[in-house]
């Protein structure tokens, strides 16, 4: 009996002509669920850019601050690689540098960057291999803190570099 009756009530729903109702319906029934609210500028907006323009301030004098601490250094060359001559660019713990006249890699060897302080222990840095030109160019951000005296050398490792120096320096620069 329940089946008839739900028959009946689909059949029943689907013989009526479909009515559209007034818009009028639908923004009263919105009124009545959320009515609307004046809203004002928030003082989350204020807020918020008045912190982004402090951030941007903020950002702006330490680019500053660092742009008048980098120092221009220059690579001596060795007896390793007596041709060996460049520059190196440093600002807060980065370093840019580029190097010529350094002995051809022979395969299955790369350049590494060390690092070394007053301890004058050598502190592994990154790896890096010539351009086809010959030239060394590289970029790195120093592990340890740099300070007047520390050493940069450059020597040739094995792929991936090594923890200690396992070549002799080629070139060097004092900070």
């Known amino acids: 009996m329940v089946n008839e009756y739900r028959e009946a009530a689909t059949a029943l729903s689907l013989s009526l002509e479909p009515v559209v109702p007034p818009p009028s319906i639908k923004s009263r029934l ?3 669920i959320a009515p609307p609210v004046p809203r004002s500028a928030p003082v989350f907006t204020r807020l918020f850019w008045a912190a982004a323009a402090v951030a941007l301030f903020g950002m702006i004098f330490v680019s500053l601050r660092h742009a008048t601490e980098m120092r221009e ?11 060996a001559h460049g520059s190196m660019r440093c600002w807060g713990p ?8 350094l002995p051809q890699l022979p395969g299955g060897k790369v350049y590494q960057l060390w690092h070394i ?5 050598p502190v592994e840095q990154a790896t890096f291999t010539p351009m086809p030109s010959g030239e060394l160019v590289g970029s790195e951000r120093i592990k340890h803190k740099i300070a007047a005296g520390d050493l ?6 094995p792929p991936g570099g090594s923890r200690q120096p ?6 060097f620069t004092k900070y």
């Not at 250094?73 to 007596?82: G, I, M, Y």
């Open 117 to 121: 302080g007053s301890d004058k222990v």
């Open 152 to 157: 940069f050398g450059i020597t040739m490792e």
């Open 94 to 101: 980065s370093v840019v540098f580029t190097v010529s006249g």
């Open 30 to 32: 919105l009124e009545a």
């Open 166 to 171: 396992t070549m002799p320096i080629y070139t």
């Open 73 to 83: 250094l220059s690579w001596n060359p060795t007896s390793a690689a007596p041709n």
